[in-house]
């Protein structure tokens, strides 16, 4: 049982980091009505950004590398996901005002490769490490309930607390500020949300933004854990109109993956972490293409 929970609640920590991510896909969903294939070189770009930052600035100051520096390189690294956000929205989406959904979807696809490509020609292509000094020993908890107790990350810890805290932001963001429900009439209807005074660009530049952000908060943690690499897989579950939907989908996913990776992968050799999650996700959508908590489009003729 020990064994189980020990497993349970890894997935579950690596769950809130899916969330995150299946956030920043609602995010721009919302505001434009198209899937953001450009998510994973966000996250990819923002981790580059921080992880050389983290060199860079201690060099150019003379300083040793500790919270100074680290703080210094998280705030020059929001500062250029808010310039490429605004850049996305200066030069493609303004553009693209009121046209169809397919065009929006080739545009991100665009700004992805277009970012995959800048990530490592700017900050260069090798593995990066990220050190923000969150603790990687592990801890025993439940000691008095099962015999050794049941082990866990401190780095899983803080970063499914990080997650959850900022998973939380967002939910409440979309829910109870102005400027949510302005995001969720520009997805409805951009030309109604511009018939009554909704300033879309400004929309689509805030949204970015805050995606930018998701996105280096989740490169960062990655970073951390596993080193900044081309290797982070993203999916959408819950259903792309749906915050509680992409909280749940990301949970399903980390814990589907480590319960079926410990144990069903001895009975097939391993590798099921690979591909779990897409083939999760085909099935949800075979059976609810919506998406779990997704809203049912109905279009009357």
């Not at 805290?165 to 951009?190: I, N």
């Not at 511009?194 to 996105?215: D, E, F, K, N, T």
């Amino acid at each position: 049982m020990g064994f189980f929970l020990e497993t349970l609640l890894g997935g579950l920590m690596t769950g809130m980091l899916y969330a995150l991510v299946a956030i920043g896909f609602v995010l721009i969903f919302k505001a434009s009505g198209v899937f953001n294939f450009a998510q994973g070189a966000m996250v990819l770009f923002a981790a580059l950004a921080m992880a050389r930052f983290s060199e860079w600035i201690p060099k150019w100051l003379g300083m040793a590398p500790g919270f100074v520096t680290i703080a210094l390189a998280l705030m020059v690294s929001v500062i250029i996901m808010i310039g490429v956000a605004w850049l996305i929205e200066r030069l493609a989406l303004r553009h693209l005002v009121n046209q169809e959904p397919i065009t929006l979807l080739m545009a991100t696809l665009g700004i992805a490769y277009l970012l995959d490509g800048l990530g490592p020609m700017i900050f260069g292509s090798a593995v990066y490490s990220i050190d923000v000094g969150m603790p990687k020993d592990p801890v025993f908890i439940l000691e008095n309930v099962f015999d050794g107790g049941v082990l866990v990350s401190k780095e899983d810890l803080y970063s499914a607390c990080i997650a959850a805290v900022l998973v939380a932001l967002l939910s409440l963001f979309f829910q109870k500020t102005k400027t949510g429900r302005a995001l969720r009439a520009v997805a409805d209807d951009h030309q109604a949300a511009q018939s009554i005074g909704i300033p879309l660009s400004r929309m689509w530049v805030i949204v970015w933004s805050v995606a930018g952000v998701v996105a280096l908060v989740v490169g960062v943690i990655w970073g951390s854990k596993i080193g900044v690499q081309f290797s982070l897989s993203l999916v959408a579950l819950g259903g792309l109109t749906s915050v509680p939907g992409a909280i749940i989908g990301g949970l399903i996913i980390g814990v589907g993956e480590k319960l079926s990776e410990v144990y069903l992968g001895p009975m097939v050799g391993g590798g099921i972490e690979t591909w779990f999650a897409y083939g999760l996700a085909l099935c949800v959508l075979l059976v609810r293409p919506q998406g779990l908590f997704g809203e049912k489009i109905i279009d009357r003729v």
